[in-house]
């Protein structure tokens, strides 16, 4: 082989190894993705995504998490196709529907062999830095098809999430054509595509602490508080009434400390009204000790219930209604299946509902009394 020829093939080589798409399998699971940028620099990304019917939906996102991502979901439509729909992410609710004039679905998309497959191509404009790594999310939900062909089709939870990091820069293919077709394979240098270019981030790194932190503001504001209420009007003791709320109290903060990290962390503190109204009644029962502190000491010195002792019993009762239903804005922001919030509702609906007949019941009977 003479060195023109040798040269000529070396650098067909390199040419063929470096047009390629990125191709990556988060968590190693069976839902893949392949992205590819074309050589001519227009700013369009074509990216696959290749996953089991087994699953209802499967999302692909721009960002760092789903607040203000831009997603795309992927579900059968009941034809024998798929549906693609750009939506907006809004943290932990349902993605809303987007512009659908920036995506395309491209040739070889479909259901064939038990797996959807939507080759897709999107039309950057500038929105994403093709010459070096991005950060992209994964989420999935398995489930009974939903068979529609509709973009803004509602869809429920994901089972499971992952982040990760593209280098764009490193799926650069030769032609600005559908690269996942079989007629382009060859003349983009396409065999599969690889892992090069991939960062995998911490999947979940922040479900223990929203599960810790519900579980905990749940116990303390549909069980602790409502219970410690009602310690005093039962025992008479009011030592016992404070050590168990203050229990309770110190608990809350806990719960909001847990909060507070996973909010910021998600970008959406004092964003949501979950997170609002939570800072709000926080703040509020902050008061608490020191308005029981000061009905106490009235309550010694005059002998009676004075309006320190009415501020504070009504405070206390009006913020732990509040806090109960701020635990319901809760599990909706984070997509809770309608089971789940129905569950929540009917537990502190009805320590509510016992909480307000007792506390009725002792005021009429103390009126009685009189």
């Known amino acids: 082989m003479n060195t023109k020829n ?10 063929q190894v470096s047009s390629s798409p990125i191709s990556f399998c988060p968590d190693n699971s069976d839902v893949c993705f392949q992205w590819a940028v074309p050589e001519a620099g227009n700013e369009n990304i ?8 087994s699953y209802q939906w499967i999302g692909l996102g721009i960002g760092k998490q789903m607040a203000g991502a831009a997603m795309f979901l992927v579900y059968e439509d009941g034809q024998g196709n798929v549906t693609v ?22 040739d070889g998309s479909g259901v064939k062999d038990g797996r959807m497959v939507a ?14 790594s991005s950060d992209w999310i994964m989420a999935k939900k398995q489930g009974a098809s939903l068979a529609s062909v509709d973009p803004d089709e509602s869809i429920t939870v994901h089972d499971s999430h992952s982040a990760f990091s593209i280098n764009l820069a490193q799926a650069s293919v030769a032609l600005d054509s559908n690269p996942f077709s079989e007629n382009n394979n060859n003349e983009n240098g396409v065999s599969g595509g690889d892992a090069t270019g991939v960062t995998e981030a911490n999947s979940n790194p922040n479900n223990n602490l929203i599960l810790a932190h519900g579980v905990i503001l749940t116990v303390v504001f549909v069980a602790v508080y409502p219970l410690g209420s009602l310690l005093m009007p039962w025992l008479g003791k009011w030592y016992i009434h404070a050590a168990w709320q203050m229990v309770g109290f110190l608990a809350m903060w806990a719960g909001f400390g847990i909060g507070y990290v996973v909010s910021s962390d998600l970008d959406i503190f004092f964003d949501q009204t979950h997170t609002r109204l939570g800072v709000v009644v926080v703040a509020l029962l902050g008061m608490q000790p020191i308005l029981g502190l000061l009905h106490h000491m009235q309550y010694r010195r005059q002998g009676r219930r004075g309006a320190f002792g009415h501020v504070h019993i009504w405070y206390g009762r009006a913020l ?3 806090g ?5 804005l809760g599990l909706q922001l984070t997509g809770a299946s309608d089971v789940y919030i129905i569950v929540y509702s009917v537990v502190a609906g009805v320590s509510a509902l016992l909480y307000a007949g007792y506390s009725t019941f002792k005021a009429i009977k103390t009126e009685k009394k009189k």
């Open 6 to 15: 040798f040269w000529f093939l070396m650098t067909l080589g390199v040419y």
């Open 46 to 53: 074509y990216f696959q995504i290749d996953a089991p019917t």
């Open 85 to 106: 729909s750009n939506r907006n992410g809004k943290g932990h609710s349902m993605p809303l529907f987007g512009d659908q004039d920036s995506i395309s679905l491209l």
């Open 119 to 132: 080759n897709v191509l999107y039309k950057n404009s500038g929105k994403l830095d093709l010459s070096g």
């Open 320 to 322: 732990i209604i509040m």
């Open 324 to 328: 109960m239903v701020n635990g319901g």
